[in-house]
């Protein structure tokens, strides 16, 4: 790390994992994981089970609410985390998708490659300032 320059990202290392559940489940997970030979499980001081179908309930109510706010077509890249890829030019797909973000799979690692493959950034975007 003491070579690299200030404005290189620094990825995130593709063996991590979450998950996400009830305790029940989760803590079987962490379980066998461990016997598997996982080298640590450590259990997330959150609020809800993100991005599972627990969350329905959530994703319905803001759905719904999202019906009455007016969305703005981005003017630099946003990406998403339920498909991995920038936001689509509608309103209403724009909506969906931060409905569904509740309920679905964070697509990091694949947003991660795709930022970084899709060319060389314009300088509004965050990775020409990132300095970690």
């Known amino acids: 790390m003491a070579n690299r320059k200030p404005s290189q990202p620094i990825l995130l290392s593709y063996q991590g994992r979450v998950v996400s559940g009830h305790m029940s489940a989760l803590a079987l997970v962490a379980t066998a994981a461990t016997a598997a030979g996982a080298l640590k499980t450590n259990m997330l001081a959150v609020a809800g089970a993100f991005h599972t179908s627990l969350m329905s309930p959530a994703s319905d109510a803001l759905a719904k609410a999202l019906e009455d706010v007016a969305i ?51 300088n509004n975007a965050p990775w020409t300032t990132l300095d970690v």
């Not at 998708?97 to 694949?110: C, G, I, N, T």
């Open 72 to 122: 703005a077509m981005p003017r630099i890249p946003i990406f998403s985390n339920v498909t991995a890829r920038p936001l689509p030019s509608s309103a209403a797909e724009i909506r969906s998708l931060l409905a569904r973000q509740l309920v679905e799979p964070v697509m990091w690692e694949a947003t991660l490659q795709n930022i970084l493959s899709a060319g060389e950034p314009n």
